[in-house]
């Protein structure tokens, strides 16, 4: 038997769509899509800051608990839709854990996600840099406490960002390890300050504090953002998945990693066909 061709084909398509439509009479009944809430919380004098929550599918239907998702730079006008969206698909497919979201709106990023002042060119066009333990203090003050009082968490957490939010989180992992269970920073920008956190990064773990796992990649920034990722992943050690990835950009790499690093942080039992491409595959470069 053979099929019409696809002009043909589209056509009847076309044809069939424009009659269910017509006999379909319209409707008023325009129904909002709530796919989370938003709690405005108090970050400054003056200063209010958003902090949206996805609740996973299921959650309003059972009396069952879930890990966290701290998210950094989870704005509704950030990257809380697409790490959402994300999730969610993960999930789906069992690929990760179904989590509780948490996006933490981020104003002045240079401020609250840098720790240092940087070198004296950054210090003049970044004039406001290297205020990171404020907004980490907001995080362990006002975010954490509100979600775990708020909403059925299970005593798992995890947090999650890029560029300069993945800076914030590999220095986070360094400075107050025990603030979240895993990390996944990428393509941190490792290269600020003249990589002087990645550069003290053996001297901090020193300390015999317990760090949990951190996810970290780099795409094709040049050699001062793969080294600096490089050097910090050796004073990880087994507790570092580094994941190279110099066949994307700063622009490409959080879309393409983003169900890998989730993946990372709540990992699933399940046994996935090698041709889906699930892996996460870690390397251990110094």
Same mark, same amino acid.
């Not at 129904?31 to 938003?38: L, S």
């Not at 989590?99 to 981020?106: D, H, K, M, N, S």
């Not at 990645?198 to 796992?213: E, N």
């Given at each position: ?20 439509? =017509?006999? /379909?009479? /319209? ?21 209010? *800051? ?27 006008? !950030? ?21 509780? &979201? ?6 002045? *990023? *240079? ?13 003049? !066009?970044?004039?406001? =840099?290297?205020?990171? =333990?404020?907004? *980490? ?11 775990? /009082? ?7 957490? =995890? ?15 360094? &400075? ?50 793969? !080294? ?5 992943? /050796? ?27 989730? !993946? ?23």
């Amino acid at each position: 038997m053979r099929l019409p061709a696809l002009p043909v084909l589209l056509a009847m398509t076309a044809s069939a769509w424009t009659a269910a439509s =017509a006999a /379909a009479p /319209a409707t008023d009944d325009v129904r909002p899509i709530t796919i989370g809430e938003t709690h405005m919380l108090a970050y400054g004098e003056g200063d209010i *800051r958003e902090v949206n929550v996805y609740l996973p599918e299921g959650y309003a239907q059972t009396d069952g608990r879930y890990p966290v998702l701290y998210l950094i730079d989870g704005g509704l006008s !950030q990257d809380f839709l697409h790490v959402t969206g994300t999730s969610a698909l993960n999930a789906l497919w069992g690929r990760s854990k179904p989590a509780i &979201v948490v996006g933490i709106e981020t104003k002045d *990023r *240079r401020a609250e996600l840098i720790g240092t002042p940087g070198n004296a060119a950054q210090r003049k !066009q970044f004039p406001t =840099a290297g205020k990171s =333990a404020e907004f *980490r203090a907001f995080l362990h003050d006002a975010v954490k406490p509100m979600i775990e /009082a708020d909403y059925r968490t299970n005593g798992e957490d =995890a947090v999650m960002g890029e560029s300069l939010a993945g800076l914030f989180i590999a220095e986070t992992w360094l &400075v107050e390890p025990t603030l979240f269970d895993r990390y996944a920073a990428i393509d941190a920008s490792l290269w600020w300050d003249e990589q002087s956190l990645a550069r003290s990064a053996a001297r901090s773990v020193a300390d015999g504090k317990d760090r949990g796992p951190i996810y970290l990649t780099y795409s094709n920034e040049g050699p001062e953002t793969e !080294q600096g990722a490089e050097l910090f992943a /050796a004073a990880a050690g087994d507790k570092a998945c580094l994941v190279p990835r110099t066949d994307l950009t700063h622009a490409t790499a959080y879309h393409v990693l983003t169900p890998q690093a989730l !993946q990372f942080l709540f990992p699933t039992a399940n046994t996935h066909d090698p041709d889906w491409g699930f892996e996460v595959t870690c390397s251990k470069k110094s």
